[in-house]
């Protein structure tokens, strides 16, 4: 069973569909103890950071993801939801993250087209049980906004749009991930297998 945070902001339908399609059944929740208590969770963030993680804070679901952290339990963050890992977000005013991962969000150089949006090919850390897979796949963005500053060791797979950036991030058994993978084709539906299948904490 895979639990979806919903918070009440975007149509999470795609990611839960995505999910059903590999096998995997799935409920959603905005219940702190239901997220607590799950065995793989994802938290599909969208709109804006500071948005998010309000949201998030008004049911305790920051705290229940920390435990989860805390617990060993599998844990995917998934576009805005890689950047809630973050210590902070300069998007639309200063915003404080979840700090399990040291790094910012910042958004992307001026002399970018923003947002970064399409296709792009991921350059994955081998021997990670989530990302190592998928090296050398391609994997589909929106984004404004990137992760910066994460050191090597919590980086497990970056991209490139006007130079490398963390496109998926690893603590423990949560993960973050930049890209949309209900919306990656073959490749995005193999990566929620695997999480589907990586063992319980």
Not at 36 to 60: E, I, K, M, N
Not at 71 to 81: D, F, Q, R, S, W
Request: charged content about 20%; glycine content about 14%.
């Amino acid at each position: 069973m895979i639990t979806i945070v919903d918070v009440g902001i975007g149509n999470l339908r795609s990611v839960e569909k995505a999910l059903q399609h590999v096998g995997l059944e799935t409920t959603r929740t905005r219940d702190a103890a239901i997220v607590r208590a799950a065995s793989h969770v994802v938290v599909p963030g969208v709109g804006a950071f500071g948005d998010f993680l309000t949201a998030l804070r008004a049911d305790g679901l920051d705290a229940a993801v920390r435990d989860r952290h805390a617990a060993g339990k599998p844990t995917l963050g998934v576009y805005v939801g890689i950047q809630a890992l973050l210590d902070e977000s300069e998007e639309f005013g200063t915003h404080a993250g979840l700090g399990l991962v040291a790094g910012r969000v910042a958004r992307f150089a001026d002399d970018l087209v923003v947002p970064h949006s399409g296709w792009s090919r991921l350059a994955a850390k081998q021997g990670d049980p989530l990302l190592g897979p998928a090296d050398g796949a391609w994997f589909y963005f929106v984004h404004s906004y990137r992760a910066q500053g994460v050191a090597d060791g919590p980086t497990v797979a970056t991209a490139d749009y006007g130079g490398t950036f963390p496109a998926a991030v690893r603590a423990g058994s949560t993960w973050g991930v930049q890209f949309h993978p209900e919306k990656s084709q073959q490749a995005g539906l193999a990566l929620l297998a695997r999480f589907g299948a990586l063992p319980c904490g």
